[in-house]
Nanobody, 121 residues
């Protein structure tokens, strides 16, 4: 079965950096696009960034553009999110999600349990 396990969350000071990882199993990782979504306390889900199956195309929400970088290592079945210049507004649970196809245009069908990122001094 599909499993997505996020790691790397924690407490970081404003302006700091953090790298999230997502270990994927139960499907052919290199066949599918992947995404990161987040949910801030008391708010709805927000799509953060997506990457196509081979990593050649990425996209990000305006709120994180220039600060967050999505990447993947298909040999390791792992998705990453490098985050820098973090602010309190980035505080959220971050979820890794498997997309339905090789591109992110068809939505997501599986999500991990999430990892909490708290930005605070």
């Amino acid at each position: 079965q599909v499993q997505l396990v996020e790691s790397g969350g924690g407490l970081v000071q404003p302006g700091g950096s953090l790298r999230l990882s997502c270990a994927a199993s139960g499907f052919t990782f290199s066949t599918y696009a992947m995404s990161w979504v987040r949910q801030a306390p008391g708010k709805g889900l927000e799509w953060v960034s997506g990457i196509n199956n081979l990593g050649g195309s990425t996209s990000s929400a305006d709120s994180v553009k220039g600060r967050f970088t999505i990447s993947r290592d298909n040999a390791k079945n792992t998705l990453y999110l490098q985050m820098k210049s973090l602010t309190a507004e980035d505080t959220a649970v971050y979820y890794c999600a498997k997309d339905r196809a090789w591109t992110s245009s068809y939505g997501m069908d599986y999500w991990g349990k999430g990892t909490l990122v708290t930005v605070s001094s």
